[in-house]
């Protein structure tokens, strides 16, 4: 196939996989909308200065390390997204009932958060057994499981409630993990026909330094990541130690 030379201006979907230990690759998730996607590669080199001339001038060189990093923004939130800005491990609680679930005494005003989320059938009494009203004692947020009270009540408890299927993401709990990078792209300059392939064999990203939780504008995710070389693909010339990558006209 011949060679194909473009200006370029890049766009496409990254996709992310966990790496396995042996190598293989677990299926890959679209990551969705990413407004960057850049490897950032540097190395190291040694030089050696001769010493008989009176110059010392460079002799030779040396490569003595190359690294290559993964930057990549990401523009929408989702569970995965979450877990991976993070660091967080994602788990699944399967729906269930909750019964007599103490709150303790609370004054108007208060807000309590349920341990649980995506709530129904709640039905809250005080010490004495009494039952609190929905709008006048209470106002539930069901989607959220957080309760706002505005009575003054004394041994409040969730004698019980439903509660649906939801994912939880704990922050910085997840276990060392590798992934694979795969950008499917295409060049977006007018006319052009060129689309690209590029692939990171194992990285392993680092948390993001921030996350927002309250914007004014369109909130994203920026995370860094470090790729390692890849003991089961770097002796072979069509993958080399870290990534590689398909221009296609």
């Known amino acids: 196939m011949a060679d194909i030379t473009e200006y370029f201006s890049m766009q496409g979907r990254v996709y992310l996989g966990l790496r396995n230990a042996d190598g293989s690759r677990q ?15 540097t190395s190291e080199r040694a030089e050696k200065t001769e010493s008989n001339t009176g110059v010392r001038g460079v002799a030779a060189t040396m490569k003595t390390s190359r690294s290559m990093a993964v930057n990549l923004t990401l523009g929408q939130l989702n569970t995965d997204n979450l877990a991976l800005a993070t660091d967080g491990t994602r788990i699944e609680v399967a729906a269930g009932t909750v019964t007599n679930e103490v709150l303790g005494s609370v004054k108007a005003g208060d807000v309590i958060a349920l341990d649980y989320a995506v709530v129904s059938d709640l039905a809250l009494v005080d010490g004495t057994a009494a039952p609190l009203v929905a709008g006048t004692d209470y106002e539930l947020n069901p989607k959220t499981g957080i309760l706002q009270f505005f009575t003054t009540k004394a041994g409040v408890k969730a004698s019980t409630y439903d509660y649906g299927a939801h994912s939880i993401v704990t922050a910085m ?46 909130g994203q995710i920026e995370l860094e990541g470090q790729a390692k070389s890849d003991p089961f693909r770097q002796r072979d010339p069509k993958w080399g130690p870290f990534a590689r990558a398909m221009l296609i006209g």
């Open 173 to 218: 709990s997840a276990l060392s993990r590798d992934y694979y990078v795969l950008f499917d792209g295409l060049n977006s300059v007018d006319g052009a026909e060129m689309v690209c392939r590029g692939e990171v064999h194992r990285v392993s990203f680092s948390p993001a330094g921030e996350l927002g939780f309250i914007q004014d504008e369109f």
């Open 27 to 41: 299926p890959a998730r679209w990551v969705y909308d990413s407004s960057t996607l850049n490897w950032a590669m």
